[in-house]
Nanobody, 121 residues
Framework: QVQLVESGGGLVQAGGSLRLSCAAS???????MGWFRQAPGKEREFVGA????????HYADSVKGRFTISRDNAKNTVNLQMNSLKPEDTAVYYC???????????????WGQGTQVTVSS
């Protein structure tokens, strides 16, 4: 019954910003919420993650300084603020849950359906 639902994707110009949200529901014991992205013909790659308890974030080098992960425990929501977007950020972005901090997709147990982010040049 675990459900993760992403929202906030869309089309933006290079240099612009988008804010993605992931709403979590159901019974699960995952301690970490992560964001991944997948572009056409590419492997799914880690973007960042955050712990539910302390809110400790971890980011991929490709997005450090541009993206910020936050969480609202009361609303069971995780956000991904994306600034200074580049065309190479274009991908479907997925929210996922894991039992511990991890950067590999196979370590995450639950996944949302994804939301499209397109950055035009």
């Amino acid at each position: 019954q675990v459900q993760l639902v992403e929202s906030g994707g869309g089309l933006v110009q290079a240099g612009g910003s988008l804010r993605l949200s992931c709403a979590a529901s159901g019974r699960f014991s995952s301690s970490v919420m992560g964001w991944f992205r997948q572009a056409p013909g590419k492997e799914r790659e880690f973007v960042g993650a955050i712990t539910w308890s302390a809110g400790t974030p971890h980011y991929a080098d490709s997005v450090k300084g541009r993206f910020t992960i936050s969480r609202d425990n009361a609303k069971n929501t995780v956000n991904l603020q994306m600034n200074s977007l580049k065309p190479e950020d274009t991908a479907v972005y997925y929210c996922a849950a894991a039992p511990r901090m991890a950067v590999l997709s196979d370590e995450y147990d639950y996944w949302g359906q994804g939301t499209q982010v397109t950055v035009s040049s």
